[in-house]
């Protein structure tokens, strides 16, 4: 039976509807754990230095392929440990400039998998939450200075802020603790809104963000649903559930016996917008017609 | 006719029956099968060409609609002309028709004069009148030629299939509507598709690129060359319309297409299955056939080797048993109750050996009677074919006897070469006419011979033929007594005949047999004989008057015979007693 080596940046709890998705996409390949497939998980619970280690354990385990989903730390981590065994990565942003691959139609290596567009609309973020503040000037970008697509979506962000005549100011944070100093940041300084940069560790804390942009009345916009869901204003970002399913269909397909070097690397093709109108009232916003046309998903 | 190796006309017989039975059986099965298969492939290679042809056609239908819907969807961003200022209502319009057209990541509307008046997009920035220029954009300018422009498929980072459509307005003034469209939508459409169980659909545009695969992965490879298999298999189609055609598929398999075309965007839809399962029931249908081709001939072999054992057993029996009669046990049966042709062979063979049986033991009496009775009388018994003339029996006969007059002194005289020589030639003459007569030489006794006419063979007119047999033997006889003279033997001959009823059959022991007859007429005949002088023919009464006057008979003085009270009247032939020389 082939073995699975599952590479988790967090836990369990935090990925569950991530890996369900997962799950679904290698049934849809024709393998269900337990039956003609075993899978072996490792979780870094959020130390993402503990990546390499814990992929380098999996490859001990003798697997036949290392998942990598939740980002580019995890995909690079699962790079450095793996050497000939194939890796189905998911991530946000350009794996081309990651250096995973080489490029999308043909990825060449050992190395295939899904990226979502979630890096690339880090823009439409800061666009959004203009659109929703159409008289603040001052925009806090929340970037987590670790994450290896940080740079790309800094720059991003600031040729928008130049296209919306925005100014932005970078908050760093790498660590849960560092959260809260985003947004007494962002009232200290006077800013209209936080714009999350697409970043899985902020993706998985979105409860907590939620929370936070809550008790300190702060508008924010992150990549994931998971934050307007647990109360937060909009979200921005790729159908991780989309991208997280056809991660299992490659997986799949690589155990039944396709190399990863022919398998091109999937973009997902559904961004979706989230706004929680009880989020925006309590902040005592009123949403324009332009954004409430534009959600997918308009919570009330 | 015995034969001790009777092995291969068993494998002869068997190689006989198995070739019939299997002939019988497998040919036209084989026939039925064949011609079954024939039409069969025909029959499904004509559904499969109506199956895959409708495939296509209504994926090449939902494409177009797809396509259709799209731009549709843009002929509404364009049926107002533009005011001067910002236009917030098409803004929102703009942002909404996103929101419904997943498949579209950005719109793009263009004025009347070729500026760009409005951008949204799902990745970029929107931006509103921004004013650049796109009168010259291939877009702008193919929408206001054909209203409905869709541009080359592109794929962007060389992997992700993307095409613009663009839609003028009805009125320059209207402007245009550019969308960017991501082609992966059409996979839904394209996976839906199953022909068969494993027959799927793809689409190619014109120049032959893959657009729409079931294996999102070869559409994202955007190799062309990779798709060869592909294109050829469009030409194929393309070049029989409405025709499923074979060809290969990308792995090399067989099967089979058929082509639809997507007429907005020139593009083909070709439907595929492969061959082998395109042509199961076909193969379910020869492999049945098969299935039951070997059941016949096995069932065709074990019926010959049965009815071969059958026959065979019987045969065989037949053959040994006409082996053994041959080598004559003929008291030996052949049993058979096989109840067909057969056992009534066997029964004639039965019945042919008990005549075999009982004509041996005929020849075999007959065989052991001519080696005891006078040879000529078997011979008579064996022309009967039966012995039983020899039975006793009283009839009504001839006896007629002759001897030579002066033997005794002859045979004292003379050498006894002479004498066997002499007899020799005297009993040829008399055999002869004996014989040409029908009559029964009875005995000899040196010189004296006993002749019966009427038995044991009876013949018409007895008497008259003994009489005529008795001149014969004088003539016969005569030209021997001349010779005889001339070598100074004095001999003469003399005959006497007698008619009347005698006892007829064979006397004798167990060693020694002779036919004989017994009665007053032999002593007749004998007294008559003696009483004949040289040349003479002395017939009885009775003989005499059975003649009639076929004969000249001249009645003689009837003279005292030894052994008879009266004198017995005396009958002579033709000839007077001067005749007879001295």
């Not at chain 2, 259709?68 to 107002?80: K, N, Y």
């Not at chain 2, 082996?323 to 008291?331: D, P």
């Not at chain 2, 067909?340 to 004509?359: I, P």
């Not at chain 2, 004989?529 to 009837?558: F, M, N, P, Y």
């Amino acid at each position: 039976m082939p073995v699975i080596g599952y590479l988790g940046p967090e836990t369990p709890e935090r990925t569950a509807s991530r890996l369900t998705a997962f799950r679904e996409g290698l049934a849809e390949a024709g393998y269900v754990d337990g039956r003609n497939v075993a899978i072996i998980s490792r979780w870094a619970d959020g130390q993402y230095a503990k990546l390499p280690a814990l992929a380098r354990e999996l490859v001990a385990n003798n697997v036949t392929l290392l998942v990598a989903p939740g980002g580019a730390e995890v995909a690079l981590a699962a790079k450095s440990a793996a050497g000939n065994i194939p890796i189905v990565f998911e991530l946000g942003g350009d794996p081309v400039a990651l250096g995973l691959v080489s490029s999308l139609a043909r990825p060449g290596g050992t190395m295939t998998g899904v990226t979502s567009l979630s890096v690339e609309v880090s823009r439409k973020r800061l666009e959004f939450m203009s659109e929703l503040l159409p008289t603040a000037k001052l925009f806090v970008v929340a970037a987590n200075p670790t994450s290896p697509t940080v740079n790309s979506q800094l720059k991003n962000l600031d040729a928008a802020a130049v296209a919306l005549g925005l100014e932005l100011r970078v908050v760093n944070a790498s660590r849960s603790d560092e959260f809260e100093g985003i947004f007494t940041t962002a009232r200290s300084i006077g800013a209209g809104g936080v714009v999350f940069t697409s970043d899985p560790y902020f993706a998985y804390r979105s409860a907590r963000l939620a929370e936070l942009a809550t008790r300190h009345a702060v508008p924010a916009i992150t990549q994931a649903l998971d934050f307007p869901v647990a109360g937060g204003l909009m979200s921005y970002g790729g159908d991780f559930r989309q991208s997280h399913r056809h991660t299992g269909i490659y997986t799949g397909r690589i155990l039944k016996g396709e190399k990863p070097a022919d398998l091109p690397v999937q973009r997902v093709t559904k961004v979706e917008f989230f706004i929680n109108l009880k989020a925006a009232q309590a902040l005592g916003l009123t949403v324009p017609p332009s954004l409430l046309s534009s959600a997918d998903v308009v919570i009330e | 006719m015995a034969s001790d190796a009777p092995k291969p006309p068993r494998k002869l017989l068997f190689a006989k029956y198995f070739v019939a039975m299997f002939a019988a059986v497998v040919v036209p099965l084989l026939v039925a099968g064949a011609s079954e298969a024939w039409l069969g492939y025909r029959d499904q290679r004509a559904r499969l060409s109506e199956l895959l042809s409708l495939e296509a056609r209504l994926a090449a239908a939902e494409i177009q609609n797809f396509l259709e819907g799209i731009s549709a969807q843009l002929t509404w961003m364009v049926h107002l002309p533009w005011s001067s200022g910002a236009d917030e209502r098409r803004r929102l319009d703009g942002l909404r028709l996103l929101r419904q057209v997943p498949s579209i990541m950005s719109l793009r509307l263009i004025d009347g004069g070729g500026k760009e008046r409005l951008f949204v997009s799902r990745i970029g920035l929107n931006r509103v009148e921004s004013g650049e220029d796109f009168a010259s954009d291939p877009s702008v300018v193919g929408a206001a030629g054909q209203r409905v422009w869709l541009g080359p498929v592109t794929f962007q980072g060389g992997s992700e299939p993307f095409m613009t459509v663009a839609v003028a307005g009805n009125r320059s003034a209207v402007g245009t509507a550019v969308a960017e469209v991501n082609l992966k939508f059409i996979w839904e459409v394209i996976s839906a598709i199953r022909v068969g169980r494993t027959g799927e659909a793809y689409v190619l545009d014109r120049p032959g690129r893959l657009v729409a695969h079931p294996d999102i992965s070869l559409v994202l490879r955007a190799d062309e060359s990779a798709v060869r298999p592909l294109q050829l298999l469009r030409a194929a189609a393309a070049a029989q319309a409405g025709q499923a055609i074979a060809g290969r598929d990308l792995d090399g398999q067989m099967v089979m297409a058929a082509m639809a075309t997507i007429p907005m965007a020139d593009w083909s839809v070709i439907a595929k299955q492969p061959l082998a399962e395109a042509l199961g029931p076909i193969y379910g249908a020869l492999w049945r056939t098969g299935i039951l081709l070997v059941a016949s001939a096995i069932l065709a072999a074990l019926l010959a080797y049965w009815l071969t054992q059958r026959m065979v057993g019987p045969i065989r029996l037949l053959e040994d048993g006409v082996a053994r009669i041959g080598a004559g046990e003929f008291g030996h049966r052949i049993h058979l109750t096989t109840g067909d042709e057969l056992e009534r062979l066997a029964e004639r063979l039965n019945d042919m050996a008990g005549e075999l049986a009982l004509s041996q033991e005929r020849s075999e009496r007959i065989g052991r009677l001519k080696r005891f009775l006078a040879p000529q009388v078997a011979e008579l018994v064996d022309q009967a074919g039966d012995d039983r003339v020899l039975d006793g029996r009283r009839v009504e006969v001839v006896v007629v006897f002759c001897d030579l007059r002066g033997f005794t002194a002859f045979s004292a005289r003379a050498a006894p070469e002479v004498i066997i020589s002499a007899l020799s030639a005297y009993y040829d003459a008399l055999d002869r006419v004996i014989a040409a007569h029908g009559a029964t030489l009875i005995s000899f006794l040196g010189d004296g011979v006993m002749v019966l006419v009427n038995a044991p063979v009876a013949c018409s007119d007895p008497a008259l033929r003994a009489v005529t047999m008795a001149c014969e033997m004088q003539a016969g006889v005569r030209q021997l007594l001349s010779e005889w003279r001339k070598a100074g033997h004095e001999l003469g001959f003399g005959v006497g005949l007698a008619m009347g009823p005698a006892t007829v059959g064979r006397i004798g022991s167990e060693g020694r047999f002779d036919y004989t007859a017994i009665g007053n007429v032999v002593n007749l005949a004998a007294r008559l004989c003696a009483s004949a002088k040289d040349g003479e023919i002395l017939v009885d009464r009775e003989a005499a008057h059975a003649v009639g006057t076929a004969v000249v008979l001249v009645e003689q003085e009837a003279r005292a015979l030894k052994g008879f009270d009266q004198r017995v009247p005396v009958f002579a032939v033709g000839a007077s007693p001067s005749n007879a020389p001295a």
